[in-house]
């Protein structure tokens, strides 16, 4: 082999590492993403599972005081 093929590929070897490199950082950064994603997700089920408790709640005692004035 010549010098020049192998100058060749150790460039191109350089590039794959490099790009190795920068995926791998990407991926992380998508991790964090998908975690700050998910956690966001449980809070926002939460919150809408408090809000559907509080509707219900509405409803019941609304139900309750349209009852009295059947009553009277």
């Known amino acids: 082999m010549s010098l020049e ?3 060749q ?3 191109k070897i350089k590039q794959a590492v ?4 920068l ?12 975690s700050q994603v998910e956690q966001a ?7 809408n599972e408090q809000l ?4 219900n709640n509405w409803q019941e005692h ?3 005081l349209l009852g009295k ?3 009277i």
Not at 23 to 33: F, P
Not at 41 to 47: A, F, I, M
């Open 62 to 64: 609304l139900r309750s």
């Open 5 to 7: 093929i192998l100058n």
């Open 69 to 71: 004035f059947d009553n």
């Open 18 to 21: 490099e790009t190795i490199q």
């Open 41 to 47: 997700r449980d809070t926002l089920q939460n919150e």
């Open 23 to 34: 995926l791998q950082l990407e991926i992380e950064e998508l991790k964090e993403q998908k």
């Open 52 to 55: 559907k408790n509080e509707h």
């Open 9 to 11: 590929l150790e460039q």
